[in-house]
C-alpha cells in the first residue's frame, strides 16, 4: 500500500531528494527544476515542452512538496488511469475521481481527499467543473492545480474542448492555489489562448527544446509500402511496440492482417470500430510487449506508453506539425527510437486532387496547401531533417544532427535544371491532361499503341529524355510536383498541368537541384545511446519475462513495474545488493522495497 501522507503534516522536501527516493532519477531533465521551484513557490508556470519531454514531474513533484492535495485536470481517462497506476507503483497517495468509478468507490476516493490522505488526484474538467466537486475542493487544502494537454482551450485547434475555458474560473475560486498549465503544442496563437484564458493572472513561461534527439528521422520512397514495412520491423524491430499510420480505416485493417501473418502481434485501430473494441486494443498495446497498432490518427493521443520503439506513416500526414506529433509518440523513455516513413509521386497527386475537389472556403484551401507544401519540403530535403522540424517551433537547430537518414547517409544531389525543362516542355506540348506514366513513355520514346495513336510519337519531345531510365523520370516528376513546378489537374483524372511557378525554369532562368533517390542500406544499430544490450541475449529476456509476470499479476502495463531503460541500466550495472541496485537510474525507494529482493533473485540466477 503506499504511504498516506495526513494533511495535518504537511511534507516540505527537497524536489531533488523526491526526484530521488520517489522516482528513482538522478538529475532534472532541461527546465524540469526551475519549473518545479517555481510552482512549489505558489506561482503559477506555462509548460511547452515536446511529448515525452517529462512534463508529469513538473507538477507531481510541487505538489509532493506542498501541502495538500494536487489536482490534475486531464481529457483523457486512459491516460489519468496509468498516470495514477505509474503513481501507485512509486508508492505516492494518487486516485482518479471521474464518471468511470463505482459509487463505493467514488465515496472512498471523496472522504481520502477530504481527510487529506491524497497527494495527488486526477480529474476531467467537466467532472472538475460540477458545482458539487467545486463545492468538495473548496473544503479541502489544495496544493495546486496542473492542467494537462492545454492547448484544448484553444479553439483553433483540433482538440478543442469547451470544458477547458470554463478551467478559467479556477482563478476566482481558488485565488491561493498555483496553476500549471502543460502542453506539447507550441505555436504562439494557442500559447497565447493558453495564458489568456487559463492564466490571466500571469506566471513564468517556459519553453523547452522541442528537438528529441533520440528519434531518427527517416523519409524513404514508396515502391512496395507493405513490404518496405515488414522489412523494416523485420530487421530493426522484432518484439518491439510500434504504430503504423495509414490513412484510411481499410488500409489499417489491411496492414495489420499483412503484418499478422508474417509472425507479428498487429491490430487495426480505427474510429469504425466500437468504443469497447477500441478500449481493448489499446489496453493490449499497452499491457503486452511487442504489439503493432495499425491506425488512423485516432490513435496516440492521450496514450502515455514510453516504449513506442517506431511510428510509421505509410501515408503522408496532415501537416509538419502534425507529423512531428505523431512521431513524437516514439521513444519517450530517451530510448532510440524510428520514424520511418514512405511516400511516392502517387501520394502527391492523391492529397492534391483531394484538396482540388474540396468544397472548404478558400482560406481553409490554401493553408492546405501550404501545409501540403511544407511537408513535401520536409520529404524532399536534402539537408538534416531537423532545421525544417525546428523550425514550426521557432527552434533554431545546427543542422548536424547525426541522427537522421540525411546526416547519415547524405544524399546526393544533382544540377537537374535540363531533365526538369525536357519534363516541363513534354507536360505541355502532351496537352497537360497525361498522368506521370505516359508523360515519361513520351520522354522515353516508347512508341505504345497509345502513344502512336495520339500522334505523340510526332511531338517534339518525344524520346527526347532517352538519357534516363523511368525510374529517374520519375522521381523527377514527383519533385517537381513536390516544389509545386507540377500540379495534378482540378479535374482529377491524374493528369499532369504546369504551375505559374515553373515559368522561370522553362525560361531557362532557373536552376534546380535535385536529390538522386537514395538506395535503401542496411544498417545495424545499437539498443541504448548510452548503455548498449543485446535485445536476444537470454539476461535481457529473464529480466523481461520476470517484469511481464509482475506486470500481468498486478494488472499493470509492464512499464509501469520498471522502463526498458532501467532493465537496461539494471543489467549493465549487474548490482548484487540493494544499495547497488538503488543507485540505478529509475529505481526509487519504493520500488526498491518491493521488487528490490526479486530482481536481485533474477540477476544471482543469469
Ligand atoms: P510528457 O508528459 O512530457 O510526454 P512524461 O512526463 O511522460 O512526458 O515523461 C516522459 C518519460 O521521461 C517518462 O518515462 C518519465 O518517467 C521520464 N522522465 C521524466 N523526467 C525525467 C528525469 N529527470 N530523469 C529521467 N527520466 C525522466
Ligand atoms: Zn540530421
Not at 506561482?43 to 512534463?55: E, F, H, R
Not at 530493426?236 to 481499410?250: D, L
Amino acid at each position: 500500500m503506499p504511504s498516506l501522507t495526513p494533511a495535518t503534516e504537511p511534507v516540505f522536501r527537497h524536489s531533488e531528494a523526491l526526484l530521488k527516493d520517489v522516482f528513482g532519477y538522478d538529475c532534472f531533465r532541461g527546465r524540469q527544476r526551475e519549473i518545479i521551484e517555481t510552482v512549489a513557490a505558489g506561482d503559477n508556470a506555462l509548460v511547452l515542452m515536446p511529448t515525452g519531454g517529462g512534463k508529469s514531474l513538473c507538477y507531481q513533484i510541487p505538489a509532493l512538496m506542498r501541502p495538500g492535495t494536487g489536482i490534475v485536470v486531464s481529457p483523457l481517462i486512459a491516460l489519468m488511469r496509468d498516470q495514477v497506476e505509474a503513481l501507485k507503483a512509486n508508492g505516492v497517495a494518487a486516485a482518479v475521481l471521474n464518471s468511470s468509478l463505482d459509487a463505493q468507490t467514488r465515496r472512498q476516493t471523496e472522504q481520502d481527499l477530504l481527510e487529506g490522505r491524497l497527494q495527488l488526484l486526477y480529474i476531467a474538467p467537466e467532472g472538475l467543473l460540477r458545482e458539487s466537486t467545486l463545492d468538495l475542493l473548496r473544503r479541502c487544502r489544495l496544493a495546486l492545480f496542473a492542467i494537462d494537454e492545454a492547448h484544448c482551450v484553444s479553439q483553433w485547434g483540433h482538440d478543442f474542448r469547451p470544458e477547458y475555458l470554463q478551467l478559467g474560473a479556477l482563478r476566482e475560486r481558488f485565488p491561493e492555489v498555483p496553476r500549471i498549465a502543460l502542453t506539447a503544442t507550441a505555436d504562439d496563437r494557442t500559447r497565447a489562448e493558453i495564458s489568456r484564458h487559463l492564466l490571466p493572472d500571469g506566471g513564468q513561461t517556459f519553453i523547452a527544446s522541442f528537438d528529441r534527439p533520440n528519434i531518427r528521422y527517416r523519409v524513404g520512397l514508396k515502391n512496395n509500402a507493405r513490404a518496405q514495412l515488414l522489412s523494416f520491423i523485420d530487421r530493426e524491430h522484432r518484439g518491439h511496440s510500434g504504430i503504423v499510420y495509414c490513412f484510411s480505416r481499410k488500409k489499417t485493417e489491411q496492414t495489420a492482417a499483412f503484418l499478422y501473418q508474417n509472425g507479428l502481434t498487429a491490430l487495426p485501430y480505427h474510429a469504425g470500430l466500437s468504443a469497447d473494441e477500441r478500449q481493448a486494443r489499446q489496453d493490449r498495446f499497452i499491457g503486452e510487449d511487442g504489439v503493432v497498432i495499425c491506425a488512423t490518427i485516432a490513435f496516440g493521443m492521450g496514450i502515455d506508453k514510453p516504449d513506442v520503439r517506431f511510428v510509421a506513416h505509410l501515408d503522408l500526414p496532415r501537416s509538419v506539425e502534425a507529423y512531428y506529433q505523431e512521431t513524437g509518440r516514439a521513444g519517450r523513455d530517451g530510448l532510440p527510437a524510428d520514424a520511418w516513413m514512405v511516400y511516392s509521386l502517387a501520394d502527391i497527386v492523391q492529397i492534391r486532387q483531394m484538396q482540388a475537389n474540396s468544397s472548404a472556403p478558400e482560406t481553409q484551401q490554401r493553408l492546405e496547401r501550404e501545409r501540403l507544401e511544407a511537408l513535401l519540403a520536409y520529404c524532399e530535403h536534402a539537408g538534416c531533417r531537423r532545421p525544417p522540424l525546428l523550425s514550426y517551433f521557432d527552434e533554431d537547430h545546427s543542422g548536424t544532427c547525426g541522427n537522421c537518414d540525411n546526416c547519415l547517409h547524405p544524399p546526393e544531389t544533382w544540377d537537374a535544371t535540363e531533365a526538369a525543362r525536357k519534363a516541363l516542355s513534354c507536360v505541355y506540348r502532351t496537352g497537360q491532361r497525361f498522368g506521370a506514366g505516359h508523360v515519361i513513355d513520351v520522354l522515353l520514346g516508347n512508341a505504345t499503341e497509345r502513344i502512336a495513336s495520339l500522334g505523340h510519337d510526332r511531338l517534339s519531345t518525344f524520346g527526347i529524355g532517352a538519357d534516363l531510365d523511368r525510374k529517374a523520370w520519375q522521381s523527377v516528376l514527383r519533385q517537381l510536383l513536390a516544389l509545386g513546378h507540377l500540379q495534378p489537374d482540378p479535374a482529377g483524372h491524374g493528369g499532369l498541368q504546369l504551375t505559374e511557378r515553373c515559368r522561370p525554369l522553362l525560361k531557362g532562368e532557373q536552376h534546380v537541384e535535385l536529390r538522386r533517390d537514395a538506395i535503401p542500406v542496411r544498417r545495424k544499430r545499437a539498443f541504448g545511446s548510452r548503455i548498449e544490450i543485446d535485445t536476444e541475449s537470454p539476461d535481457w529476456q529473464a529480466l523481461r519475462q520476470w517484469r511481464l509476470e509482475i506486470a500481468q499479476e498486478q494488472g499493470v502495463p509492464p512499464y509501469v513495474i520498471f522502463h526498458d531503460a532501467t532493465l537496461a541500466a539494471i543489467l549493465e550495472a549487474r548490482p548484487q545488493t540493494r544499495d547497488e541496485l538503488s543507485q540505478v537510474t529509475g529505481v526509487g525507494q519504493h520500488k526498491l522495497d518491493k521488487y528490490g529482493t526479486d530482481v536481485l533473485n533474477v540477476l544471482a540466477g543469469l
